[in-house]
């Protein structure tokens, strides 16, 4: 088997544990954590031999990321007025994810992956709120959320025979999302009476931190590489979620399409080692209109444009890596319902996270 200079199926691979979003990703834009379910991919050293995954070999792959989201948009303006008055909603979501990827063939692999989310939501207007006349204390109060989000399988081929793939290769992947996580969590609220005392009502928590969207949905996946000078390649990969149903039947929530992808540069700092950096830009997001199906019910749709510095380091059945986007350009677009007002006037605001923290590890069996 032909010697490549990076071995961007393994590299990549980890890398995109952390492509498809968390429950807030970029806080109250709600893109659903789904990690990277894409198997069928090569696992030695990186710049060394091309390893690729055989028949039958199985691949453990597992993360962690964090963010914090406390500024709010409206279009790509900064509303620096809801820190300045303290009124912002604050999010923090601990997410983790657990897959599997089983080689059928060099070429054909399946995947599972299934998230676990820990949220936190702190708000004013939620519970007493914003204005001084309701909230004199200006008190803020949490909500929170724990539990499984939406499990995926996903079937995945490579576009050239692999042991022959020396200078580039694509993956196509498609798959399916379940309604495993809870679309319904509720949680309590706080809110003054007549005589302004204070007591609880449960309800439905907001949809940033919801753990699932409580319908069924397919993706579209693909990722690949391309060798470009000694010790670097090019690397690109993404999803498209399309989700058929309008709305959740509990919530009434807006079931929202997802997307994201990455494009970027990795380069083998010292290949006999395993050791090797990356740095490129990633785009995830929510859109106002669905491909498929209706778009009504609530949502807050826009994206978010990031640089993404990487490291990765393989040793052995090993793989670690360590991300950390970091926004360059957020917008809250206008939703379905906004884009109904007829003066044109209507937009929403969301809040977003300057950066977030990712760290993935694989193990191939």
Same mark, same amino acid.
């Given at each position: 088997?032909?010697?490549?200079?990076?071995?961007?199926?393994?590299?990549?691979?980890?890398?995109?544990?952390?492509?498809?979003?968390?429950?807030?990703?970029?806080?109250?834009?709600?893109?659903?954590?789904?990690?990277?379910?894409?198997?069928?991919?090569?696992?030695?050293?990186?710049?060394?031999?091309?390893?690729?995954?055989?028949?039958?070999?199985?691949?453990?792959?597992?993360?962690?990321?964090?963010?914090?989201?406390?500024?709010?948009?409206?279009?790509?303006?900064?509303?620096?007025?809801?820190?300045?008055?303290?009124?912002?909603?604050?999010?923090?979501?601990?997410?983790?994810?657990?897959?599997?990827?089983?080689?059928?063939?060099?070429?054909?692999?399946?995947?599972?992956?299934?998230?676990?989310?820990?949220?936190?939501?702190?708000?004013?207007?939620?519970?007493?709120?914003?204005?001084?006349?309701?909230?004199?204390?200006?008190?803020?109060?949490?909500?929170?959320?724990?539990?499984?989000?939406?499990?995926?399988?996903? @079937?995945? /081929?490579?576009? #050239?025979?692999? %042991?022959?793939?020396?200078?580039?290769? =694509? *993956?196509?992947? !498609? $798959?399916?999302?379940?309604?495993?996580?809870?679309?319904?969590?509720?949680?309590?609220?706080?809110?003054?009476?007549?005589?302004?005392?204070?007591?609880?009502?449960?309800?439905?928590?907001?949809?940033?931190?919801?753990?699932?969207?409580?319908?069924?949905?397919?993706?579209?996946?693909?990722?690949?590489?391309?060798?470009?000078?000694?010790?670097?390649?090019?690397?690109?990969?993404?999803?498209?979620?399309?989700?058929?149903?309008?709305?959740?039947?509990?919530?009434?929530?807006?079931?929202?399409?997802?997307? @994201?992808? /990455?494009?970027? #540069?990795?380069? %083998?700092?010292?290949?006999?080692?395993? =050791? *090797?950096?990356? !740095? $490129?830009?990633?785009?995830?997001?929510?859109?106002?209109?669905?491909?498929?199906?209706?778009?009504?019910?609530?949502?807050?749709?826009?994206?978010?444009?990031?640089?993404?510095?990487?490291?990765?380091?393989?040793?052995?059945?090993?793989?670690?890596?360590?991300?950390?986007?970091?926004?360059?350009?957020?917008?809250?677009?206008?939703?379905?319902?906004?884009?109904?007002?007829?003066?044109?006037?209507?937009?929403?605001?969301?809040?977003?996270?300057?950066?977030?923290?990712?760290?993935?590890?694989?193990?191939?069996?």
């Amino acid at each position: 088997m032909k010697k490549i200079v990076f071995n961007l199926l393994a590299y990549s691979f980890l890398f995109n544990l952390g492509l498809f979003s968390s429950v807030q990703a970029q806080g109250c834009i709600a893109v659903r954590h789904m990690a990277c379910a894409t198997g069928g991919m090569s696992h030695g050293p990186i710049g060394t031999t091309n390893t690729a995954e055989q028949k039958g070999q199985v691949i453990f792959t597992t993360g962690y990321r964090f963010l914090h989201s406390y500024k709010h948009f409206v279009g790509t303006e900064e509303q620096p007025q809801r820190v300045a008055l303290g009124t912002n909603v604050i999010n923090d979501s601990h997410s983790f994810d657990f897959g599997l990827s089983y080689a059928l063939t060099d070429r054909w692999s399946l995947a599972i992956n299934l998230p676990y989310n820990n949220n936190s939501r702190s708000s004013l207007y939620e519970h007493y709120g914003n204005s001084l006349e309701s909230n004199p204390n200006q008190l803020r109060f949490k909500t929170h959320s724990s539990g499984i989000g939406d499990l995926r399988l996903t @079937a995945t /081929r490579w576009m #050239i025979d692999p %042991s022959k793939a020396v200078k580039g290769n =694509l *993956a196509i992947g !498609l $798959g399916i999302k379940a309604p495993t996580g809870n679309g319904a969590t509720t949680d309590d609220f706080h809110k003054l009476d007549k005589e302004k005392k204070d007591y609880l009502v449960n309800k439905y928590v907001d949809q940033s931190i919801q753990l699932g969207d409580g319908s069924w949905g397919f993706n579209v996946e693909l990722q690949g590489y391309q060798s470009i000078f000694k010790n670097a390649s090019l690397y690109y990969n993404g999803f498209y979620l399309f989700s058929p149903a309008n709305t959740n039947a509990k919530t009434t929530l807006s079931v929202s399409d997802q997307y @994201a992808g /990455r494009l970027g #540069i990795n380069y %083998s700092l010292i290949p006999h080692h395993g =050791l *090797a950096v990356s !740095l $490129g830009g990633r785009l995830e997001g929510l859109p106002a209109i669905d491909i498929i199906g209706k778009s009504e019910g609530f949502r807050r749709p826009g994206y978010i444009l990031s640089i993404e510095p990487g490291i990765a380091w393989m040793t052995g059945h090993h793989t670690f890596a360590f991300n950390l986007p970091v926004a360059l350009v957020r917008n809250r677009t206008k939703s379905f319902t906004d884009r109904q007002d007829p003066l044109g006037l209507k937009h929403g605001d969301a809040a977003f996270a300057d950066y977030f923290l990712s760290v993935t590890y694989a193990y191939r069996f």
